[in-house]
């Protein structure tokens, strides 16, 4: 296989793997946060706050896999 | 012409139809009609640009290798803008606010807010500024990146021809200098709240490890090997957490610069593939991502502040 074939692959299956466990991370976070409010509605500023902050945790994971693939598409 | 005694249901009809009519003609003379149908409307097509990761610069080398960018002249904009407002909104300070004191001082209660809450009273305030000044810069930089000028004002530089201006968190210097400022801002207030020596004993915790090997020396043996086993473990946990210390300003730059950059290369792709109405939801969906990305930075700096300046007791008794 050549080279250019190689590349995009290789960008397809970066960010069709790597976004996988993010999107699975940020399904169970919110799980979780929606649990907790059906629970304790009180708690909505506190529970709203730590969901947003793993959130962006999970996400940058799947950003990382996003710039892997844009390197290898376009710029490598 | 329309008159002016039409009925609202006419003028709602004819807006429906225009938008219509635009979204058909737009999707005629795009990409994708060009591979559906192999044909397109030739006048109205446009070619893909190439997504350029570096930014490019506008003018000759000043001194050295350095020359202006079209991210440091965006960086600029957000600047001037921001001072700007500031002082436009505090230059007849009034107690009853009105007008664009007023709206400063709301976005700034807002935020205020944000902060002390996450914080408390007194420690919010001292973070403030710095978490304020992050958040506010952050969001500047992202939502003037959507103003039409940034990326079709050309200009001539030595690379050829390069838009003017360009939202500046694409420039991975950016987002790195805010996540520099943010680690150093968070190790000074940890070590002014709690001192060096309890800081650093965060991260390299000897101690177990040395009352082991006392015990070893005074010939206990077995309390001397459970000391030195989890004396060895709490120099490893230590290490770790230095070295998410450090990896923090990798994920705080490549969080902000992915955001940013993906969606600047998405409202590059679509109105190729589909030019005029439908790249109006994904406007909409890059204003949000910046509003979102400057409160995770803003949040999370103010987070792991929070964490630094817990007293060494507290922060054990929560983990």
């Known amino acids: ?76 | 012409m329309p008159g002016r005694g039409m009925s609202t249901k006419m003028k709602v009809t004819i807006l429906v139809a225009l938008v219509l009519a635009l979204l058909i003609v737009g999707f005629l003379s795009g990409e994708l009609a060009k591979s559906m149908f192999d044909a397109t409307i030739e006048p109205l097509h446009i070619e893909l640009e190439k997504p350029q990761l570096p930014a490019q610069p506008v003018t000759d080398p000043l001194f050295g290798d350095f020359s202006l960018t079209n991210t440091i002249l965006a960086a600029w904009l957000t600047i001037i803008l921001l001072v700007g407002v500031c002082y436009a909104a505090t230059r007849k300070m009034r107690a009853v606010p009105s007008g664009l004191q007023n709206l400063v001082e709301a976005a700034l209660e807002a935020l205020l807010n944000f902060v002390q809450g996450v914080a408390g009273e007194k420690n919010g305030r001292r973070f403030f500024p710095v978490i304020a000044t992050i958040f506010l810069f952050v969001i500047t930089n992202a939502w003037l990146g959507l103003l039409p000028g940034f990326g079709s004002i050309t200009a001539h530089g030595p690379e050829g021809e390069v838009t003017l201006l360009r939202n500046a968190s694409t420039d991975i210097n950016v987002p790195l200098a805010l996540a520099l400022v943010s680690f150093v801002v968070v190790e000074f207030w940890g070590l002014s709240a709690v001192g060096f020596s309890s800081y650093m004993r965060r991260f390299v915790n000897l101690g177990r490890l040395r009352l082991g090997m006392g015990q070893l020396l005074r010939g206990k043996l077995k309390s001397a090997a459970t000391s030195i086993f989890s004396g060895a473990i709490d120099v490893f946990v230590g290490a770790l957490e230095a070295l998410s210390e450090v990896m923090r300003i990798v994920s705080f730059t490549f969080r902000l610069f992915g955001n940013m950059t993906a969606g600047e290369i998405l409202l590059i792709v679509v109105p190729f593939l589909v030019p005029w109405v439908v790249a109006l939801p994904f406007y909409g969906l890059e204003l949000l991502v910046g509003f979102v990305q400057a409160l995770i930075f803003a949040g999370l700096t103010l987070v792991f502040a929070v964490i630094a300046v817990a007293p060494h007791g507290a922060k054990q008794e929560a983990a």
């Open chain 1, 1 to 76: 296989m050549d080279a250019e074939a190689m590349k995009m692959l290789g960008a397809g299956l970066a960010v069709g793997v790597g976004l996988v466990g993010p999107g699975v991370g940020i399904g169970i976070l919110g799980y979780g946060a929606m649990q907790a409010l059906g629970r304790n509605p009180e708690a909505r500023g506190a529970i709203m706050t730590n969901m947003i902050l793993a959130i962006a945790f999970a996400e940058a994971l799947g950003i990382y896999a996003l710039i892997t693939g844009i390197i290898l598409a376009m710029v490598a």
